[in-house]
């Protein structure tokens, strides 16, 4: 199969690897990024608690990320991988075949940087993900401002959904817990969300009811329906790491699922390759990304740099 070589692949283009790219395009390492062009963030019509990008659109961002590093020398493909094998002093990166394909089908790189992210599935529940992004969120650092003050219904998936749950009363006094998937409630627990002024509503939620444009209901097993102007509710994260299932790298089990283990830097089990973003960290925010990516930009040149000595005092030995 027709071969490519690089210093570094990236594979994911979203802001964590567009930002370890800016990095190693700077570190004159010549760098490919492989995109799917699906991150995670796409349902949002903006972003918000990112410093200097307030209320932009994620599009916005990447577009400008990859302009900037494509500035610096970075190459873009247009694809996905399937999958990674360890081939010693470099890396093969599989990927998907197309019909019609300008791109080599197998590239080679000294570094990996996994910036794929993750997939969001939500409950199984009629109605709910169709205001995934709009009105029904996930994260109240990222939309709670543009809901304050309005009927917030915060949908519990686990017990973990507490912290959720408490969360949501900072951004309005008028919130609705429905609590079927907490499971039996700490009387102590349930006294301080009453104390709170927070209403509890344990029957299971069976429907999410809707205008075609942001949702207005909760509909309960019950027969009951709960006006609203915005869900909470957690998804479960699903790492989109399975192409590098045979390099058997470490990983670290916690509430929300299994996710590589990495450094601070981003490194994983495996010497030549580094995780980033919500692939690692799924609770990572888009400028937390941003942080990781840039942290693991430098560090994976640092490796490289570590390499260049090595093998050149080797080859001077060999001659």
Known sequence: MEQTHADVIIIGGGTAGLSAAQTLGRSLRRTIVIDSG??????????????????ATPESLLERGRAEAAAYGVEFVDGSVVRV???????????????????????????LVIATGVRDDLPAIPGL?????????????????????????????SPDSLHQVKLARQ????????????????????????????????????????????????????????DTDAILTASTMVPLDGFV?????ARTAAAHGSFLTVDGFGKTSHQRVWAVGNVAAPMATVPMAMGSGAAAGGSVNFALVEEDFTRAVSKEHDD
Do not use: K
Not at 87 to 111: F, H, K, N, S, Y
Not at 172 to 201: N, Y
């Open 171 to 226: 951004w309005s006094d008028d919130v609705t817990v429905f609590s079927a998937e907490l499971g039996p409630l700490d009387p102590t627990v349930e006294r301080s969300l009453l104390a709170r002024g927070m209403r509890i509503v344990s029957a299971p939620v069976t429907e999410i009811l809707g205008d075609g444009t942001s949702v207005t209901g909760v509909r309960t097993a019950d027969g009951l329906s709960h």
């Open 129 to 157: 993900s169709d205001y995934w992004g709009s009105s029904v969120l996930h994260c109240p650092y990222c939309h709670g401002w543009e809901v304050r003050g309005s009927r917030i219904a915060v949908l519990a998936t």
């Open 85 to 111: 094998r360890d081939a010693g002093d470099r890396l093969v990166i599989e990927l998907a075949q197309a019909t019609e394909r300008t791109a080599p089908a197998t590239l080679t790189a000294r570094a």
């Open 38 to 55: 699906t991150p995670r963030n796409r349902f949002a019509a903006h972003m918000h608690n990112v410093l200097g990008h307030d209320g």
């Open 245 to 249: 299932a045979d390099l058997d790298l």
